[in-house]
């Protein structure tokens, strides 16, 4: 975001709050990460403004309840709005019932320039309710391309962040984006224009967008299907070699990063034991673009030869698509379409898919029906962390797509992070197992200053003891990042 002529009200932790004047009303722009210390800015800065505020966090990551609650506490007290929001923000807001508490402007310019929210917020609904009449009325501002995603009818450009079905039209979120467009971004708006392209217009760039993707995903299935045929090849061969444990088990091991790498965000342990020669666990690390770092961990239902082909397939989807830009959401909802495609549900995979930005030290990840993580802090403490998520490969796509959550943590040199399989809590016994909190216990109590693998050592330990005589019903795998 271009913070324009604005005053810097607030600069740290990879973050910066920027106060721009709209008449008596202070727009507060929030570029960067969501930080407690931010926060604790916030309630006081909020507290400090005598005028009304419009708060603009398009381009802050990271929010949380705690962020939002600090807002709707001000709102009880002050006019205060919200100006072009994020999803993540919304979504807090409607989780907890406070959707109608805030006011929502679609962008800065939408407040007018004597500053008052009462009599911008009249204009804007009139706004929206003139657009809404134009998509009803008029098809021509119903044009979206292969993936829904909406042709503005004035100017012709693809606007990302309006999707909808043309037999429906847009929802309020997407009709505030369209107004977002329209007044900043829509040259042929900006310049006077009220009606649409001709139809004949539209419909050529629509054609040539639809080209163009279908383009794209026919080059992703190319590339998707020459790595699943070269991971076949290897398949075939390991079929044949099953008679031999010790030569199959050394190709497996040979396709996962047992011993990673050093990496100069965290220091990294790997402890993997698979139940039999061949396993379904599966483990990866990757250096990204942006100075980003990833890990994935997973499970794939079931034992034997045939679970380790589901195995390679799916680490492979994972790598390749942890290659391509997007969300973490979106690359793990694209990577459950190539697996369901070759599984049709004959198996199912758990994973945790995480991204931690070198920079920041912020790290996104998702949960697709996996253990939850461990992050012991170096402040003190141990957290499980949250996400919900369906398994990989036992839907197509919407209902995975729908029910898989992104979360965002931010981490501290010194903070722990664990990742593992169902076969580390449910080792033990006939008659117990060792469970989350007997790990998270292990966890807390490794030594701080050691390393990663001291740390895992630890852990493991901690397991053998608990399963004494008896023998593990499962595969094992531990990953220990040790953030720097």
Same mark, same amino acid.
């Given at each position: 975001?271009?913070?324009?002529? +604005?005053?810097? $009200?607030?600069?740290?932790?990879?973050?910066?709050? @920027?106060?721009?004047?709209?008449?008596?009303?202070?727009? $507060?722009?929030?570029? +960067?990460?969501?930080?407690?210390?931010?926060?604790?800015?916030?309630?006081?800065? $909020?507290?400090?403004?005598?005028?009304?505020?419009a708060l603009n966090a398009r381009e802050l990551t990271g929010i949380d309840a705690e962020f939002v609650q600090v807002l709707l506490d001000h709102a009880t007290r002050k006019p205060l709005a919200l100006v072009s929001p994020p999803k993540e923000l919304i979504d807090i807001l409607e989780?907890?019932?406070?959707?109608?508490?805030?006011?929502?402007?679609?962008?800065?310019?939408?407040?007018?320039?004597?500053?008052? /929210?009462?009599?911008?917020?009249?204009?804007?609904r009139l706004a929206l309710q003139e657009l809404e009449s134009r998509f009803r009325i008029n098809p021509l501002w119903r044009k979206v391309d292969q993936d829904q995603t909406w042709l503005c009818a004035l100017c012709g450009l693809e606007v990302d962040d309006v999707q909808f079905w043309p037999a429906k039209g847009p929802e309020a979120a997407a009709l505030r984006n369209v107004r977002r467009h329209l007044i900043g971004d829509c040259m042929a708006w900006r310049a006077g224009r009220q009606q649409p392209l001709p139809a004949s217009v539209l419909d050529q760039f629509l054609a040539e967008v639809n080209a163009r993707k279908a383009s794209e995903d026919v080059e992703r299935k190319k590339k998707l299907s020459q790595e699943i045929e070269s991971l076949q090849s290897r398949v075939n061969d390991m079929q044949e070699m099953e008679r031999s444990v010790n030569q199959a088990q050394r190709r497996q091991l040979h396709l996962l990063p047992v011993d990673p790498a050093p990496d100069e965000i965290a220091d990294i342990a790997v402890i993997y034991r698979p139940l039999q020669a061949v396993s379904g666990d599966f483990l990866d690390f990757y250096s990204l673009s942006d100075n980003k770092f990833g890990v994935s961990i997973g499970d794939v239902s079931g034992h034997g030869v045939e679970t380790a082909i589901v195995m390679g397939m799916a680490k492979m989807a994972f790598r390749v698509r942890s290659q391509a830009h997007g969300s973490v959401r979106d690359l793990m909802t694209y990577a459950n379409q190539d697996l369901f495609t070759e599984l049709r549900r004959t198996a199912f995979i758990t994973g945790v898919f995480a991204v931690i930005d070198r920079d920041t030290h912020q790290?996104?990840? @998702?949960?697709?029906?996996?253990?939850?993580?461990?992050?012991?802090?170096?402040?003190?403490?141990?957290?499980?962390?949250?996400?919900?998520?369906?398994?990989? +490969?036992?839907?197509?796509?919407?209902?995975?797509?729908a029910g898989l959550e992104e979360r965002a943590v931010d981490l501290e040199p010194g903070d722990v992070l664990l990742l593992y399989t169902d076969g580390v809590i449910e080792a033990g016994p006939a008659t117990a197992q060792f469970g989350v909190e007997r790990l998270?216990?292990?966890?807390?109590?490794?030594?701080?200053?050691?390393?990663?693998?001291?740390?895992?050592?630890?852990?493991?330990?901690?397991?053998?003891?608990? @399963?004494?005589?008896?023998?593990?019903?499962?595969?094992?795998? $531990? /990953?220990?990042?040790?953030?720097?």
């Open positions: 975001m271009n913070t324009g002529a +604005g005053r810097a $009200l607030f600069s740290g932790g990879g973050v910066q709050v @920027v106060q721009v004047d709209r008449g008596r009303c202070a727009v $507060l722009r929030f570029i +960067g990460a969501n930080t407690p210390l931010l926060i604790d800015w916030t309630t006081s800065a $909020l507290r400090a403004l005598k005028t009304p505020v989780q907890t019932g406070s959707r109608d508490r805030i006011p929502l402007f679609s962008r800065e310019e939408a407040i007018l320039e004597s500053g008052s /929210i009462p009599d911008s917020l009249a204009q804007e790290m996104q990840y @998702v949960r697709a029906g996996h253990p939850k993580p461990l992050l012991r802090r170096v402040k003190g403490g141990c957290e499980e962390l949250e996400g919900n998520g369906l398994p990989f +490969g036992v839907d197509k796509g919407p209902r995975f797509a998270k216990e292990a966890l807390e109590t490794a030594p701080a200053d050691k390393s990663a693998r001291t740390v895992l050592k630890h852990i493991a330990d901690a397991v053998d003891a608990f @399963v004494g005589e008896g023998v593990m019903g499962d595969d094992v795998t $531990l /990953i220990c990042l040790k953030i720097r």
